[in-house]
C-alpha cells in the first residue's frame, strides 16, 4: 500500500498494492497497522456502509457535526465515480479548498476523509458500488451538508448539471456561506 498525501491537509489517497494472475486479482483493501506506519494516523474504524447509484447520481456534500463527526476510508467496488472532499475545518490551512479524485474498479484507490471535511461523489458508470469504512457510528441528528454546486466551493464535477441526480435532500443543502458565516 501507498499512501500519498493530497493538497488538503490530512486527507490522503490510498494506492493499494495489486496482485494479479491469470484467475483475477488480490488486495488488500486495509491494516491498520501499515496505514498508520505510512500515514502517522492510527484510527479504529466501527461502522462499514455501502451504496449503490446509477449514472448521474451525485451524493453530497455530506458530513457529520461535532462529536459525531467521522473520518472515513472510501473507495469503489464497482465502478466509476469522481469523489469531491472539501476541508471545512475553519483552522486548517486548507480551509474551504477540494480535492477530486477518480476512484473505480481498475484503480481501486481509496480516499482517507478526515472529520470535518464534507464528501461527495458523483457516478461516472453505468452503475457504481460504493463502499464506507467510518470511525463513528451514523448520527441522524449530527447529519449536515453542503449544496453540491455551491458558488463559493466551485467545484468542478465536468458533468452537465441538468443531468445531474439528486435526492430531495441533497436538492435543498445550504450553500457553504449559510453553513460558516
Known amino acids: 500500500m501507498q499512501v500519498e ?3 488538503l491537509k490530512d486527507c490522503f489517497l490510498i ?6 494472475d491469470s484467475r483475477g486479482i488480490f488486495l488488500e483493501t486495509y491494516q491498520r497497522k501499515r496505514f ?5 494516523i492510527d484510527e479504529e474504524f466501527v461502522q462499514d456502509n455501502q451504496s449503490v447509484s446509477r449514472y448521474g447520481v451525485l451524493r453530497g456534500i455530506h458530513y457529520q457535526k461535532g462529536e459525531f463527526a467521522q473520518t472515513k476510508i472510501v473507495r469503489v467496488i464497482y465502478g466509476k465515480v469522481l469523489d469531491v472532499v472539501v ?3 475553519p483552522e486548517s490551512p486548507s480551509f474551504k479548498k477540494t480535492f477530486s479524485t477518480i476512484l473505480d474498479d481498475q484503480n481501486l484507490n ?5 472529520k470535518g471535511f464534507g464528501h461527495g461523489f458523483l457516478t461516472l458508470s453505468e452503475k457504481s458500488v460504493f463502499a464506507y469504512k467510518c470511525d ?5 441528528g449530527s447529519e449536515a451538508g453542503i449544496i453540491f454546486n455551491d458558488p463559493d466551493l466551485n467545484i468542478n464535477w465536468n458533468f452537465p448539471e441538468r443531468e445531474i441526480i439528486l435526492s430531495e ?3 435543498v443543502l445550504p450553500t457553504f456561506k ?3 458565516q
Do not use: M, N, W
Request: glycine share 4%.
Open 178 to 180: 449559510q453553513t460558516f
Open 110 to 114: 481509496q480516499l482517507y476523509v478526515p
Open 136 to 140: 463513528q457510528y451514523y448520527t441522524p
Open 15 to 20: 494506492k493499494p498494492r495489486i496482485f494479479e
Open 169 to 171: 435532500k441533497d436538492r
Open 87 to 89: 476541508d471545512l475545518r
Open 36 to 40: 498508520a506506519e505510512l500515514s502517522g
Open 5 to 7: 498525501e493530497t493538497p
